[in-house]
């Protein structure tokens, strides 16, 4: 793992063009098979052994966190522009509506963003900290401004969310399933809804 004081060396030319390439083909296995796709098949099509998928992508989970980085910055970069908007609540349910569609993309993701904040160890830790905290941002925005309950945590809506994509993931036949699930829930979140009674 590299550190301030020991940045990583740069790719030569040809294990460049082998993790780039190693890259595209995950993609597109993951986009249609799942993310349990053959990462054998994934190393013969992109033209390389699969002792080079294992040195440029240790495990599975490293190979799907560098797939879904692209994701992860448009994701990123959504709840920044969502931080300035009018309505708090309204910019909270639009970007965990986004995470959901994501999440959805690729068969398995959802299950395997939902174990990821148990696993200290999941290389997938490095896309749900930066989510959460985005999350995070938008869920106190939120409550500050009066229309989402105080007790409502980040955790508890990125659970939600992942349950969601993958309840949608498993019934594909209701393509309308993820939105209403999703607005069902977060008619919960509101202010002005009763909370627990008090003891």
């Keep these: 793992m590299s550190t301030a004081s020991t ?3 740069p790719m030569r030319a040809d ?3 082998n993790h780039d390439r ?3 083909e995950a993609r597109a296995s993951f986009a249609a098979h799942g ?3 053959s990462l054998e098949d994934v190393a013969r099509r992109a033209g390389v052994g699969i002792g080079t998928l294992y040195r440029h992508f240790p495990n599975r ?3 799907m966190n560098a797939v879904f980085q692209e994701a992860l910055s448009a994701l990123l970069d959504r709840s920044r522009e969502l931080a300035r908007a009018a309505q708090p609540c309204a910019a909270l349910v639009e970007w965990l509506g986004a995470i959901v569609t994501h999440a959805g993309e690729y068969r398995g993701l959802a299950q395997a963003l939902m174990s990821a904040p148990g696993d200290a160890n999941s290389a997938l830790t490095s896309c749900h900290v930066p989510l959460r905290q985005a999350g995070a941002r938008l869920l106190a925005r939120a409550q500050s401004s009066g229309s989402v309950r105080p007790d409502v945590s980040i955790d508890d809506l990125l659970q939600l969310t992942n349950a969601i994509a993958l309840a949608a993931e498993q019934t594909p036949a209701d393509p309308a399933l993820a939105d209403r699930l999703l607005r069902l829930t977060l008619r919960g979140l ?3 809804q009763p909370g627990p009674a008090a003891p």
Excluded: E, G, V
Aim: proline residues 6%.
């Design 7 to 9: 940045p990583a060396r």
């Design 35 to 37: 993310t349990d796709a």
């Design 61 to 63: 989970q490293a190979l």
């Design 15 to 17: 294990a460049r063009r």
């Design 22 to 24: 190693l890259l595209r």
């Design 190 to 192: 509101k202010a002005d």
